[in-house]
Nanobody
């Protein structure tokens, strides 16, 4: 079992920045991908960013490339999502997730509780 605890959501104006954190516990993450999905009201949950814990390989959904950056701190078992130049369409609940044996999150095995990000225009 992997437990994921998120923090860092909130309300920000368009053009602003937020940083999400996700602390993982319960297993060694070497063969795991970690990252975030998001779900806006009335929309399906979508994969935003992923990072492979062992190789550092990263994936970014097209709409966030150049604005979002995912990183990890091995010592703290924590992954971060730095979100810059936020847009109202980034408004969603962001879910930290992890999946065994993959570079990119596709069908996560574990989920965090979700954190709300709201971007006002």
């Amino acid at each position: 079992q992997v437990q994921l605890v998120e923090s860092g959501g909130g309300l920000v104006q368009a053009g602003g920045s937020l940083r999400l954190s996700c602390v993982a516990s319960g297993r060694t993450l070497t063969n795991y991908a970690m990252g975030w999905f998001r779900q806006a009201p009335g929309k399906e949950r979508e994969n935003v960013v992923s990072i492979n814990w062992g190789s550092g390989y990263t994936y970014y959904e097209d709409s966030v490339k150049g604005r979002f950056t995912i990183s990890k701190d091995n010592a703290k078992n924590t992954v971060y999502l730095q979100m810059n130049s936020l847009k109202p369409e980034d408004t969603a609940v962001y879910y930290c997730a992890s999946q065994r044996g993959t570079d990119v999150l596709v069908a996560p095995d574990y989920w965090g509780q979700g954190t709300q990000v709201t971007v006002s225009s």
